[in-house]
């Protein structure tokens, strides 16, 4: 049942000191995602929770960061950690309640730093109202026509309706059981079989998340991240694909379930409900698509704000694949006027240390390119530590779905179920059993080697990579020729090395400049003359060398 929070006093919905000042702050913010699950707890039951994402909220505003922003919270049977969602106006008792969120944004306010939670309207848990209903009343009922209900093929209706398949393997449909016990109508889920889609072509489903949106709103959350955003929309009449192992196809081409031109209808229904609401309230668009063109379709002026770029974030470390990105995805967003937003790392994806290869180094190189590039970057938790994936989890320990749904034959080609390796609990000291994450261990088991890794570790270690990032973020917030932009000024360098110039006002310049390759290269003429070296992912002798994995920032 949906929480209401009683007594609750009118938030003003703006960071204090921020109010008025800047009204397109999310053109060049650095926001940073917390896995609640995972992030820090405050009740001692081994599970993050609101009452300990709020206590490290100073750490937050220390790091540097604009913004935060909260994988879901909602009330949910935890079939896919949270992303299946019962009630999308409670929290979950394991998060807390909705007294928890509140004090959580307004602390988060007066420390100067803004609240945007996940949205999940693709799917609902197979445990929401709706949902339930519709089952028990059987196919007569209304509520079917919010979800996609649809009889079976074969003589019997024994064959799902289609051949699309699940993200998470198998077909993407599941078979009901009518209320007097014989077989029944079959319903739609691109992901579990506890995530049966909406129907976003039925009037009610709309109507409903316009409600959400305002609820949240109201709560005084400055943005939404929207999950699974080119989703919402399926083709008319959900006709076959024609072909299996459809989910390599995924950000290769328009399918028949995902980025559907009938999704920006509705994003330009929600751009109206933000900006009605002071404080520049945003929405950012997990989208994925075939391009970056297709991509700037979910940013045009009267839709979404910002998308996520996953098209640089599955660059190799090669510097020709990267600068090739890079024009790309700021060649996209300069006609719809969005800014371009740079990621290495979040909760489905191998952590970037990792996934480049393993070295520190290179991965912190790898984050100060990301961080001279002009627009909006996302940091995920645990990656200013320089975490790597935890690639030795026991089977038992395991809670994502698709790792349940592996097998053979169709039910191997969902993915791999391994997203657990990149939510393991962070380490905030170096001592105790969970590393501080909280009294009571920790959901998923840390490395031993975790402890040099902690907060407390590192802090105060000029060498470190939490001492690289706060340096990073205050450079990068006080320099004027960095932040916000749609081009960089490419500069000529030898093979595998990126050089680049970002021209700010006044005359304000700085050249970046990063060496993909493993050895050192020699750049004559572009880090000498009057400058001077403002920051390093590491040792850099301040000549015109540069090592092996190696970002510099040049003040020019």
Known sequence: MTQYLADRTEPTGDPTGDTGHRPDWWRDAVIYQVYPRSFADGNGDGMGDLPGIRSRLPYLAG???????????????????????????????????????????????DLGLRIIVDLVPNHSSDRHEWFQRALREGPDS???????????????????????E???????????????????????????????????????VRDEFRSVLRFWLDMGVDG??????????????????GHAEQLRLLGTQTLPFFDQDGVHEIYRSWRRIFDEYPGARIGVAEAWTPNAERTALYVRSDELHQAFNFHY??????AAELRRVIDSSLDSMRPVGAPTTWVLSNH??????????????????????????????????GEELGLPEVTGLPDEVRQDPAFFRRGTGPEADGQDGLRDGCRVPVPWSSQGDSYGFGSGGSWLPQPESWAKLAVDAQTGDPESTLEMYRRALAVRREHPALGAGDAVEWLQAP?????????????????????????????????????????????CPGDASLPADTTVWWQA
Request: aromatic residues 10%.
């Open 63 to 109: 790091l540097g960061v604009d913004a935060v922003w909260l994988s879901p919270f909602y009330a949910s049977p935890q079939a896919d950690a949270g992303y299946d969602v019962a009630d999308y106006r409670a929290i979950d008792p394991m998060f807390g309640d909705l007294h928890d969120a509140d004090a959580l944004i307004r602390d988060a306010h």
């Open 495 to 539: 093979e595998g090395v990126l050089a680049f110039r970002r021209r700010g006002p006044e005359g304000s310049e700085l050249v970046c400049a990063v060496n993909t390759t493993d050895t050192t290269v020699s750049l004559p003429g572009l880090l000498t003359g009057s400058g001077r070296p403002l920051l390093a992912s590491g040792p």
């Open 224 to 241: 939404f991240r929207i999950d699974v955003a080119h989703g919402l929309v399926k083709a008319a009449g959900l006709p076959d694909m």
């Open 348 to 381: 489905d994806v191998v952590r970037h240390r990792t996934r480049l290869g393993g070295d520190l180094g290179r991965a912190r190189a790898a984050t100060l390119l990301m961080l001279a590039l002009p627009g909006s970057a996302y940091i995920y938790q």
């Open 166 to 204: 699940s993200i998470f393997g198998g077909p993407a449909w599941t078979r009901t059981e009518n209320p007097d016990g014989t077989p029944g109508e079959w319903y739609l889920h691109l992901f579990a079989p506890e995530q049966p889609d909406f129907n976003w072509d039925n009037p009610a």
């Open 313 to 318: 974030l599955n660059t190799p470390w090669n």
């Open 142 to 164: 209304p509520l079917r026509a919010r979800y996609h209900f649809r009889e079976g093929r074969g003589q019997a209706g024994e064959l799902p309706p289609n051949d699309w």
